[in-house]
């Protein structure tokens, strides 16, 4: 038995969006690889705690506002501290959760991989919009999130 819905057109955009969206993040991630760098994820969780105003984030904070599973985020963060990118602390408000801090090697990072990252953005996303379009998007989207 099949379902029907009011709005085909919103199947029909919701698939387009799931393929631009993998589209897209795989041709940023290739021009990464290219310039001998880390993935997108990498540069995601260093710049959401470089912008927290602290440089730190609990980790189901940073979970969150990177939209990546929790696994994701706790072998990366792994990863990440590995390298000498983040270093973990304790919550002091949480015993269950840590909180990750950048280090001055992952801003450093981060500063390396934001060439790379902007222009790929802008090659394979930003040349395709005028201005108006983008906050047009960036409000549709925003709708959708919240």
Known sequence: M??????????????????????????????????????????????????????????????????LAQYNVCRLVDRLERDGLVTRKSCPMDARNNVVVITDKGRALRQQMLPVYAAAVDAHFGRHLSAEEAGQLRAILGKLKR
């Open 2 to 67: 099949t379902e029907q819905t009011d709005n085909p057109a919103a199947l029909d955009a919701w698939a387009a969006l799931l393929h631009t969206e993998r589209a897209l993040q795989d041709r940023i991630e290739d021009d990464l690889k290219r310039a001998g760098l880390p993935s997108l994820d990498w540069y995601d969780v260093l710049q959401e705690l470089e912008v927290s105003g602290e440089g730190s984030l609990r980790q189901a904070a940073l979970q969150k506002c990177t939209e």
